[in-house]
C-alpha cells in the first residue's frame, strides 16, 4: 500500500528527534510521554503537533515484525554518538516499512548509486513516480502534479539527511563508509525479514546494504570470520545466518 509518508519526515526538520524518540516509543512509552509532553524536549507548541509526530513516527518506523523494531531501536540507541550510523540504520527500516520509499530506493536510488552516477536529479524521481502511477491502478488519478513534486522534493530531502545525497540545488552522492559492524547488523535484519530468499545473492535487498555485489561476499566473510554472522557459498548460493539474538546483537557485535 502506498502513501505520502515521505512527504512528512521529509518536513521534519530535526532527525534527532527521531532518533531519540524511536527507542523510546518501542521500549519505554512512559518516558517519551514525559518527554514529549512533561518537560517538552521537542519544542512542540501544541497538543496536536505532537500527536502529529507521534502517528507519523509509528507510519514509518514501526513494523508489523516486533523484533526488527527491538533490533533497530536498540542499534539506534546505542549509536547516539554516531549519527552518520543511526541514518544508515533509518534508511533501512524506513525502507522496510514504506513501499513508495523502497521501490524508489529499489528503482532510483540504488540503481544510480551503484552505476557510479554523480548526481540524482529531481526530475528522474519525478519520471519514476509518474511511470509507477500510470503502472498501478491504485495511485491513478490520486496524486495532482503537485503532490508527485513534493514527493519527489521531499524524498531527495530525506536522502540528504540521512547523509546519502548531499547539495542544496542538485543532490550529489555521498561517500557511504559500510563498517563491518553496520553490515554485521544489516544480515541481522535481513534474516528478521519476511519473504526474503534463502540465497541472498538472489533477493533484492541485498543492494540496500550499500555495498556492491562484487564485494559483498569478501566483507561476508571478514565478519564471519569475527563470528558475527554464519554463513554457507557454494559458488552460487550465499546462505547467511545471524549469530545473535535481538537483545544480544549489540553488545555481541558493538561491545
Request: charged fraction near 25%; glycine fraction near 4%; proline fraction near 2%.
Amino acid at each position: 500500500m502506498y502513501n505520502t509518508d515521505i512527504n512528512i519526515i521529509g518536513g521534519i526538520p530535526d532527525y534527532h528527534l527521531i532518533y531519540k524518540a524511536l527507542p523510546l516509543l518501542i521500549n519505554d512509552n512512559a518516558e517519551l510521554q514525559k518527554i514529549l509532553v512533561t518537560s517538552n524536549e521537542f519544542s512542540f507548541r501544541t497538543v496536536k503537533s505532537r500527536k502529529r509526530f507521534l502517528a507519523v513516527i509509528n507510519s514509518a518506523f514501526i513494523t508489523d515484525n516486533q523484533p526488527i523494531n527491538i533490533l533497530t531501536a536498540n542499534l539506534i540507541k546505542h549509536l547516539k554518538y554516531d549519527e552518520k550510523a543511526q541514518a544508515i540504520i533509518l534508511f533501512w527500516l524506513f525502507s522496510i516499512n514504506n513501499t513508495l520509499f523502497y521501490e524508489l530506493n529499489r528503482d532510483v536510488f540504488l540503481r544510480y548509486y551503484f552505476q557510479g552516477r554523480a548526481e540524482l536529479p529531481k526530475d528522474d524521481v519525478i519520471a519514476y513516480l509518474k511511470d509507477l502511477i500510470s503502472r498501478n491502478k491504485q495511485l491513478k488519478g490520486k496524486w495532482s502534479e503537485i503532490t508527485i513534486d513534493t514527493i519527489a522534493s521531499k524524498y531527495l530531502t530525506i536522502l540528504k539527511k540521512l547523509h546519502l545525497l548531499e547539495g542544496k540545488q542538485k543532490k550529489s552522492f555521498c561517500f557511504v563508509n559500510i563498517s563491518d559492524e553496520l553490515l554485521a547488523a544489516f544480515i541481522h535484519i535481513y534474516k528478521l525479514m519476511n519473504n526474503r530468499k534463502s540465497n541472498i545473492l538472489d533477493d533484492e535487498f541485498l543492494p540496500f546494504s550499500l555495498i556492491s555485489r562484487e564485494n559483498i561476499l569478501d566483507r561476508l566473510k571478514k565478519i564471519g570470520k569475527k563470528d558475527w554472522i554464519k554463513m554457507n557459498y557454494t559458488g552460487t548460493s550465499l546462505n547467511v545466518e545471524g549469530s545473535f539474538n535481538v537483545n544480544e546483537i549489540v553488545n555481541g557485535i558493538f561491545g
